[in-house]
Nanobody, 121 residues
């Protein structure tokens, strides 16, 4: 069974940094895009950053220049380095991946359980 597990969230002061990690497990054959989303209370979930199998990245405009997504293809792990954090970055951050496994045909989309990031002013 495929699982995504986030780590690295926490409380940080404005201007600080955090690094999120998302590790995968299960009988994975390949992963297409991996990404990070976030959802604040009462808000819709929004895309923060994605990275595809070729390394191309996309970012939410408000995090460009501050956040960096990266991927370890050998470990099927994705990271989100967050610098110059602002209070408005406070949210639950979710990892997402399109996974092909030995357990099923084609690709399926998976979510992690979420990691709380709180930025104090």
């Amino acid at each position: 069974q495929v699982q995504l597990v986030e780590s690295g969230g926490g409380l940080v002061q404005a201007g600080g940094s955090l690094r999120l990690s998302c590790a995968t497990s299960g009988t994975i054959i390949s992963i297409r895009a991996m990404g990070w989303y976030r959802q604040a209370p009462g808000e819709q979930r929004e895309l923060v950053a994605t990275i595809d199998s070729g390394g191309s990245t996309k970012y939410l405009d408000s995090v460009k220049g501050r956040f960096t997504i990266s991927r370890d293809y050998a470990k099927n792990t994705v990271y989100l380095q967050m610098n110059s954090l602002k209070p408005e970055d406070t949210s639950v951050y979710y990892c997402n991946a399109d996974v092909r496994s030995k357990d099923f045909i084609g690709f399926r989309n998976y979510w992690g359980q979420g990691a709380q990031v709180t930025v104090s002013s």
